[in-house]
């Protein structure tokens, strides 16, 4: 029989070690749970670095193509960076090799950089490949900045044999026979380039150059009201037309490239014909079709509804 003393020790330890066990208990359920957050937080971060690394490197392999990597450089010339553009166009050709496309880029590039000997050399070796058109083209763009329009005529008219649906090509050749003086082929073209392609301010501007040069004003002005062009682009259209017929040089801002070179032409002033990158003109309002257009008097091609805008080509 225990005596009171050892009994009461005997309880004291039973609540020490049934507190102890409980306290141990709690600490091993926490435990697990606070292991189980971070077991899950853990994977769910794995998770997230392996999707991430996923479409790192869908997105690296989707750039990592002949045609994609084209395309990022057309892009680029697209948004006047031309100098870095050559820069792509040297890692393009390291890693697939020149081919016509590259040589086409690198041509433009070479033009629009002021490399006009570079330039034409890219250009000729298109003649040849499935890309002759464009090197006709470069070809004749150069030599409209020579100022030799009579040989860009000849060398554009090469080009559009092979794309004659190419509305800027068609703009560029009637721009270069009005220059070279062959006032009366240049409304074919034209009048092809406005129709193909409505909102194309280089066919605009050539286009009205045209009229204002056949003394057809009134045509002119209804072109570029309805087109809302700005009052000093209307004003330099109509004084290069007087310097037309005059036979007098064209002002830079409406002649091959312009002073501040091809495409980068502001708002305010004419954009440089025969040049690849068509001007921003701010426009608004819906698009035009050819079907608006009646080819078989300028008048009529020139008219539109009157709740049509135009809407400028970037």
Same mark, same amino acid.
């Given at each position: ?5 050892? /009994? ?74 031309? /100098? ?231």
């Amino acid at each position: 029989m225990k005596t009171p003393a050892i /009994f009461m020790w005997s309880r004291h330890i039973s609540r020490v070690l049934i507190c102890t066990a409980t306290a141990l208990a709690a600490v091993a359920i926490t435990g697990c749970g606070a292991l189980k957050d971070q077991y899950a937080a853990s994977a769910d971060a794995q998770q997230r670095a392996a999707a991430e690394a996923a479409s790192d490197t869908k997105a690296s392999a989707a750039v990592n193509t002949k045609a994609t990597y084209l395309n990022l450089v057309d892009q680029m010339q697209k948004e006047g960076l031309w /100098f870095a553009s050559l820069a792509h166009i040297d890692a393009l050709e390291q890693r697939w090799g020149i081919s016509p496309e590259s040589t086409r880029v690198r041509a433009d590039a070479l033009r629009q950089t002021g490399q006009a000997a570079l330039s034409e050399a890219a250009y000729k070796r298109l003649v040849g490949t499935p890309l002759e058109s464009a090197g006709y083209r470069g070809l004749g763009l150069l030599a409209g900045a020579r100022g030799s329009y009579a040989e860009a005529v000849q060398l554009l008219k090469q080009a559009q044999r092979q794309t004659p649906t190419d509305a800027l090509l068609l703009s560029d050749l009637g721009y270069a026979n009005l220059r070279a003086g062959q006032i009366a082929d240049a409304r074919l073209p034209l009048m092809q380039a406005l129709q193909l392609s409505p909102n194309n301010t280089q066919a605009q501007a050539n286009l009205a150059l045209y009229l204002e040069v056949t003394d057809q004003g009134e045509q002119a002005a209804k072109l570029m009201e309805t087109n809302r062009m700005p009052a000093t682009s209307r004003a330099a259209i109509r004084d290069a037309a007087q310097q037309l017929r005059a036979g007098g040089p064209i002002p830079p801002a409406v002649g091959t490239g312009g002073t501040g070179g091809p495409g980068l032409a502001r708002e305010d002033v004419v954009p440089p014909p025969l040049m690849l990158k068509a001007s921003r003109w701010s426009g608004t309002g819906g698009m035009r079709t050819a079907s608006q257009l009646n080819p078989s008097v300028a008048d009529a091609a020139l008219s539109r509804s009157s709740n049509s805008t135009s809407q400028g080509t970037p």
